[in-house]
């Protein structure tokens, strides 16, 4: 079955860092890529997503490209910020071409992150 | 999160006991779904519906059971709590490939 693997946390980083946070997966088809980020006390919030190989989803100065070859989604931020403290999950959601999967998410374990000033 | 309303927030149970968690939604989405989170394990699909009138089982469906006798409406119910079901439980709905989540409900077994 299909399956997400993130890098284990936590994650602990000084203020204007370079945020990488690694995730891989595996699926059959063509799956839909996301990441979602959940502060505390709250729900999950849609971070960003891809599609298609080669997508590059980008949001609040998050990126992450959709590699096919090596079956990837990082996380990437160039300088985060105390607010970007929370936990992010990478996701997927079935085969693109309408198939069966009516949306349903694998999630991986989530990695927490904190960010001091 | 605007859309998708979740009730009760938080719960104590004692182990045995039933109770049903609500999930409401104002967007219109035909696709509805019920996860648990716990530590270390990200979220587990429990059961999901693709429209009013239909559910189907996710990953963890045992000791779980759902209706969705209304379009914007999706229950969860569990009818002999244990304490493996203390967790974290969310409601979330589908549009665009993308899932909008409810705050959650924590609930306590004990």
């Known amino acids: 079955g299909d399956s997400v693997t993130q890098m284990e946390g936590p994650v602990t980083l000084s203020e204007e860092a370079f945020l990488t946070i690694n995730c891989t997966y595996t699926a059959t088809g063509y799956p839909s890529l996301f990441w979602y980020v959940q502060y505390p006390g709250e729900g999950l919030q849609l971070l960003l997503k891809a599609t298609k190989a080669d997508d590059k989803g980008s949001n609040k100065g998050f990126e992450a490209t959709y590699r096919k070859e090596t079956t990837s989604f990082h996380l990437e931020k160039g300088s985060v910020q105390v607010s970007d403290s929370a936990v992010y999950f990478c996701a997927l959601s079935g085969p693109n071409a309408g198939g069966t999967s009516y949306g349903k998410l694998t999630f991986g374990q989530g990695t927490i992150l904190t960010v001091h000033p | ?110």
């Open chain 2, 1 to 110: 999160n605007a859309g998708v309303t979740q009730t009760p927030k938080f719960r104590v149970l004692k182990t045995g006991q039933s109770m049903t968690l609500l999930c409401a939604q104002d967007m219109n989405h035909e696709y509805m779904y019920w996860y648990r989170q716990d530590p270390g394990m990200g979220l587990r699909l429990i059961h999901y519906s693709v429209g009013e009138g239909t559910t189907a089982k996710g990953e963890v469906p045992d000791g779980y059971n759902v209706s969705r006798l209304k379009k914007q409406n999706f229950l969860l119910g569990l009818e002999s709590a244990a304490p493996s079901q203390t967790s974290v439980y969310f409601c979330a709905t589908t549009h665009s490939r993308s899932q909008h989540f409810g705050d959650g409900t924590r609930l306590s077994i004990l």
